[in-house]
């Protein structure tokens, strides 16, 4: 176990507002992000529809698949100053005063898997934890997106072969 910092309370009290301004904006961009997606895939998704364009539906499904990425980003990067957060309120000498790094998070984690390649690290250094990707704000939300768009492309694909 870590022995603890010995900044003042006032010190650590700071230092958490810092992270918690962090973790506002990240929660604030990760609802932006979902307000942006909603007229973007109702737009795609309902011209689509109107001129029964499949690429357009196409279009829109990849949008999802974006946003989703992207916010999904936002959800991990979170979570990783959520770990921070809770280093600093218990003292933890791993994290340096008023530091926003979080690869201290990630030293217990890198530690385990020390035999890993670097370039694999790297890799999962800008993808979205798997945790990230399956919670409750991010699969249900946009998967329905996703299955929605699959609807409408199955549909047109009936359509225009129906046609042909």
Known sequence: MAKENTLSQEDKRTHLAFIQGVILRMSAASSNTKSWLIPVVAGAY??????????????????????????????????????????????????PPFSLDVSVVNEAKTAKSAKKSKNIQHKKSWLPSKTAVLSWSIAPFYGMLLITGLCISGYLTAINLAFC
Not at 60 to 80: H, M, P, R, T
């Open 46 to 95: 309902a011209y689509a529809l109107t001129t029964k364009s499949i690429e357009v539906a196409i279009l829109g499904f990849i949008s999802v698949i974006c946003f989703a990425f992207l916010d999904a980003n936002y959800l991990s990067s979170e979570q990783k100053y959520v770990k921070l957060y809770e280093l600093v309120a218990n003292g933890d000498s791993r994290v």
